[in-house]
């Protein structure tokens, strides 16, 4: 303890007088302390977190490119897999293949017009194949030496593998083929139901289409795709100095690795480089190779310019730390005065402008949090009276004045016509449907109800339109128990009745649907009228509003304000075929 005590008395007066002393110096002097003596820590550092953050980015930029070039290499591969899956699919000319031909049969020729016909045309909508041919063990027919040959005419090895594929596309790389180095696709054909292999189809294909997806990238790499037995298809480089990407790394050195996926540090040519190895599913392999000198001397000039902005910042600062020290006293005075009037609930913040350093940003943050807090109050209060006015808008929604006059008025002519029991049918609907609607003031009700709700609607329209519509209802029961603002079906089946019937001899047809989609409730109201014109369903597309429907613009308010800006009303429609009017809502009880 006497030790301690020991040590710390000198130093004593030097602290007495620091903290004395006014804030501008001790801000020197600590900027003095903090920041020379750490920056040779800091530039070391930087050189080593550069370097490898380098090497890490332009690994994983490896990767992706990796992946987009094997991506459009299966995509190559799909392609040709489709084609041969269509000469396949061919019965006739599969007939034409296995049919038994006698001696000097003319049949054999309509086989080979079917036959050359086809494959031409296969051939002339894709260029970049070099030759088609189906190798056939039908002796009877004759090989012309091009489209067709005998099975013997294929190496035993590619029949072996093509019958083992099991009519799975299988590719190998031929480099001495009559027409240059070429890939070539091979498949068994054979019967869809006996499994019975009749022949193999072979495409050729050259290795310049697979040399095009890769030449634009060759910048600072180089780019290898091989077989599964490592023999190079193509490269990025037209000559590449290695026939087999095990040439890469002699002796099998890191192979492992490089078979994972890892990228591997080796010496290749001379000149240490970056190894990185993607396989395709067809056992296809694509290596990169990087450059290690040309990463770590990006990082060394990173580091030089670090260096330098950091000496030339600390010079700048030792000038500037007397003028703004004083100046970030008063700034930060100003600031605490502001946070005070706020805390006080005055949110009329007045700062003047203080800067773009972390004062200013301060000074601005508080000022936008000022005004966020003054709106987030505005707002609540306006959407808490848009919410009761649309509140209100559904009640006078609910009871139309246009619909119970022209209910009324359908009750009192089937009375004067003697109808009773039809009239007292058409009241007692009309009273059910007011009785649920109005549903004691309650904003909601099960689903089962709305439906309901909508039947006694129905039934009304039903005898005022009589024949004139038919509706069906498709509904997910299990989701009748959930709640729904009410009255939101009404309004579209309004819609369908009155401005979607265009022959009333033919009528419409309506569909009320009911699903879940994820964690949502659809409704939906799909009807086979006459259609929206064009420039209404511009309107409506994307936000329904009161010019293009009063009655779609209340409900898709209603359900905004009631859970929020992603559910609402969506109307698709085409003029001539009909409407579909989709409503989503979140699974309440």
């Avoid at 041919?133 to 039908?138: G, K, V």
């Avoid at 190779?289 to 040309?294: A, C, G, K, Q, S």
């Avoid at 350093?357 to 301060?362: P, R």
């Avoid at 609607?457 to 498709?474: C, M, N, T």
């Amino acid at each position: 303890m006497s030790i301690a005590k020991s040590f710390y008395r000198p130093l004593r007066p030097f602290y007495a007088k620091l903290v004395n002393r006014r804030y501008r110096s001790k801000l020197f002097l600590v900027f003095l302390l903090v920041t020379i003596v750490p920056v040779s820590f800091l530039v070391a550092y930087a050189y080593h977190a550069i370097k490898d953050q380098l090497v890490r980015q332009a690994v994983d930029n490896v990767g992706g490119t990796m992946a987009q070039l094997d991506n459009n290499i299966e995509n190559k591969l799909d392609l040709y897999a489709q084609i041969s899956t269509l000469i396949y699919l061919d019965t006739e000319l599969r007939n034409y293949l296995v049919n038994p031909y006698k001696k000097n049969d003319v049949y054999v020729l309509d086989a080979f017009d079917y036959i050359n016909k086809s494959l031409y045309k296969i051939m002339a909508m894709n260029p970049n194949l070099k030759a088609i041919t189906i190798y056939s063990d039908n002796e009877s027919l004759n090989s012309d030496g091009f489209f067709i040959k005998h099975m013997e005419d294929l190496p035993q090895t590619l029949r072996d593998r093509s019958f083992q594929a099991e009519g799975r596309l299988t590719s190998f790389y031929q480099n001495d083929s009559a027409n240059g180095k070429v890939i070539l696709l091979a498949r068994s054909l054979n019967y869809l139901s006996l499994n019975y292999p009749y022949g193999i189809l072979t495409m050729e294909i050259s290795d310049w289409e697979l040399y095009s997806l890769i030449e634009k990238e060759n910048k600072n790499k180089t780019i290898y795709v091989a077989d599964e037995n490592g023999d190079v298809i193509t490269s990025s480089v037209r000559r590449p100095a290695y026939r087999n990407v095990a040439e890469l790394l002699p002796g099998g050195a890191h192979a492992d690795a490089l078979n994972a996926g890892q990228p591997v540090y080796a010496n290749i040519g001379g000149e240490p480089s970056i190894l990185v190895e993607k396989r395709l599913s067809n056992g296809w392999r694509t290596v990169v190779v990087l450059p290690y000198d040309e990463l770590i001397d990006q990082a060394s000039d990173a580091s030089r310019k670090m260096l330098l902005i950091s000496l030339a910042c600390i010079a700048v600062a030792v000038v500037l730390i007397y003028g703004t020290s004083q100046l970030m006293t008063k700034r930060f005075e100003s600031l605490l005065q502001q946070i005070r009037k706020v805390e006080r609930g005055h949110f009329d913040v007045d700062l003047r402008r203080m800067g773009t350093d972390e004062v200013g940003q301060l000074s601005f943050a508080l000022k936008k949090m000022a005004v966020t807090i003054q709106e987030l109050i505005n707002d609540v209060y306006k959407k808490e009276i848009a919410q009761k006015e649309a509140e209100m808008d559904s009640l006078q929604a609910q009871i139309s004045p246009h619909f119970l006059y022209n209910t009324l008025a359908s009750i009192s002519a089937l009375a004067v016509a003697g109808d009773t029991r039809q009239s007292h049918r058409m009241a007692d609907d009309l009273a059910r449907f007011y009785r649920i609607s109005l549903s004691k003031g309650k904003k909601s009700i099960p689903i089962e109800q709305e439906l309901r709700l909508t039947e006694h609607y129905l039934a009304i329209q039903k005898v005022r339109f009589e024949g004139l519509f038919d509706v069906r209802f498709v509904l997910d029961e299990s989701l009748l128990h959930y709640t729904t603002p009410k009255l939101i079906l009404q309004p579209f089946l309004e819609n369908c009745i009155n401005h979607a019937m265009w022959d009333e001899e033919k009528g419409i047809g309506i569909v009320i649907r009911l699903a879940a989609d994820g964690g949502d409730l659809v409704l939906a109201v799909i009807d086979d009228g006459m259609g929206i014109p064009r420039d209404v369903m511009e309107r409506m597309r994307d936000k329904p509003d009161q010019s293009a429907g009063y009655g779609i613009y209340n409900v898709h308010k209603r359900i905004q304000l009631a859970f929020g800006e992603r559910y609402g009303v969506r109307v698709y429609s085409r003029l001539g075929i009909g409407t579909s009017v989709h409503i989503r809502m979140p699974m309440t009880r």
